[in-house]
């Protein structure tokens, strides 16, 4: 299928699907005799999967570090990240991990901020 059509299939653009390929997280396509890009069902689950990623938190960085076990989750039904059970260097475990940190620490940073602005709520004057 065309771009526009693997890109509407897997509820995205085809901007997003250039993207994608550009920055690793999808194989270079297969290309028609007129050089247009040309994309399987297998490429529209893995673009199912990299937006289920991306709107859980984690970022494109996140997930090209570890495009290469993405097609795990693909799979259907999907399989483990892990490489036989464990939780290694090379499985999705430490991103995610250090992405929980990241939000944690923001969380921190904003309830403090929050609490903050609380206490100076009824001192605050404006011009």
Same mark, same amino acid.
């Given at each position: 299928?065309?771009?526009?059509? $693997?890109?509407?299939?897997?509820?995205?653009?085809?901007?997003?699907?250039?993207?994608?390929?550009?920055?690793?997280?999808?194989?270079?396509? $297969?290309?028609?005799?007129?050089?247009?890009?040309?994309?399987?069902? =297998?490429?529209?689950?893995?673009?199912?999967?990299?937006?289920?990623?991306?709107?859980?938190?984690? %970022?494109? =960085?996140?997930? /090209?570090?570890?495009?290469?076990?993405?097609?795990?989750? $693909? =799979?259907?039904?999907?399989?483990?990240?892990?490489?036989?059970?464990?939780?290694? &260097?090379?499985?999705?475990? &430490?991103?995610? =991990?250090?992405?929980?940190?990241?939000?944690?620490?923001?969380? $921190?940073?904003? %309830?403090?901020?929050?609490?903050?602005?609380?206490?100076? /709520?009824?001192?605050?004057?404006?011009?």
């Amino acid at each position: 299928m065309r771009i526009g059509d $693997a890109a509407a299939a897997a509820g995205t653009t085809p901007r997003a699907l250039r993207f994608y390929e550009q920055r690793g997280l999808l194989p270079p396509p $297969a290309r028609t005799a007129s050089g247009q890009r040309a994309y399987g069902p =297998e490429t529209v689950t893995r673009v199912r999967v990299i937006r289920t990623l991306l709107a859980l938190g984690l %970022t494109v =960085e996140d997930l /090209a570090s570890r495009a290469h076990r993405l097609d795990l989750l $693909a =799979e259907d039904p999907p399989r483990s990240c892990a490489s036989t059970g464990d939780f290694g &260097p090379d499985t999705f475990a &430490p991103v995610i =991990e250090q992405r929980l940190a990241v939000l944690d620490a923001e969380i $921190a940073r904003l %309830t403090r901020l929050r609490e903050s602005l609380a206490r100076h /709520a009824g001192t605050v004057v404006l011009p």
